[in-house]
T-cell receptor, first 112, second 117 residues
Framework: KNEVEQSPQNLTAQEGEFITINCSYS?????LHWLQQHPGGGIVSLFM?????KKHGRLIATINIQEKHSSLHITASHPRDSAVYIC?????WGGGADGLTFGKGTHLIIQP | DARVTQTPRDKVTEMGQEVTMRCQPI?????VFWYRQTMMQGLELLAY????????DSGMPKDRFSAEMPDATLATLKIQPSEPRDSAVYFC???????????????FGPGTRLTVL
């Protein structure tokens, strides 16, 4: 079983729809990252969370530490949001762990 | 606009050859990560450095892979000898971290696409 599970694996939606991507993890973490990988392959960090909620433009990320669950929401989705969204966790600090453990990604397509 | 740079962007080589990938982290960042992405496994951590010291290389096949930071502006990942199963995209990322805590935002380079024939 993967330490980081994402759902759905693939999502196709119409422009303007509200999008939710989920991430569950099974280990103790010190932070959770949401990354976006463009069709060209480049990876951009969207959010880093350790609690609560963060918002940037039309993107909202939430995390529930007790339930070991995070969600990424996109409001008023647009075709340019089409990308792979990757959840990644940083294991609990103390053992020196700092590298990320990744989910498999959610491939999102927004149709005009 | 500060960016992580990686060279080469694409590399095709034959099995058994040595491959060296280079990464220039963002100036001032003290932590550098090497990740590998394949279709089957997705993204995986290979190794990372803080203040040029290797902290974790447990994700790397030790017999053929080696990672170094000869100075603060250069990180290298070498594969010798290369094998077809090493074909992947190799990403470098950099960030800042305090001694008592982990790295915050990681900034990814564009990746090196390696094909071993």
């Amino acid at each position: 079983k993967n330490e980081v599970e994402q759902s759905p694996q693939n999502l196709t939606a119409q422009e303007g729809e509200f999008i939710t991507i989920n991430c569950s993890y099974s280990v103790g973490i010190s932070a959770l990252h949401w990354l976006q990988q463009h069709p060209g392959g480049g990876i951009v960090s969207l959010f880093m969370l350790s609690s609560g909620k963060k918002k940037h433009g039309r993107l909202i990320a939430t995390i529930n530490i007790q339930e070991k669950h995070s969600s990424l929401h996109i409001t008023a989705s647009h075709p340019r949001d089409s990308a792979v969204y990757i959840c990644a966790v940083r294991l609990k600090w103390g053992g020196g762990a700092d590298g990320l453990t990744f989910g498999k990604g959610t491939h999102l397509i927004i149709q005009p | 606009d500060a960016r992580v740079t990686q060279t080469p962007r694409d590399k095709v080589t034959e099995m058994g050859q040595e491959v060296t990938m280079r990464c220039q982290p963002i100036l001032g960042h003290n932590t550098v990560f090497w990740y590998r992405q394949t279709m089957m496994q997705g993204l995986e951590l290979l190794a990372y450095f803080r203040n040029r010291a290797p902290l974790d290389d447990s994700g790397m096949p030790k017999d053929r892979f080696s990672a170094e930071m000869p100075d603060a502006t250069l990180a290298t990942l070498k594969i010798q000898p290369s094998e077809p199963r090493d074909s992947a995209v190799y990403f470098c990322a950099s960030g800042s971290s305090m001694t008592s805590g982990g790295t915050d935002t990681q900034y990814f380079g564009p990746g090196t696409r390696l094909t071993v024939l």
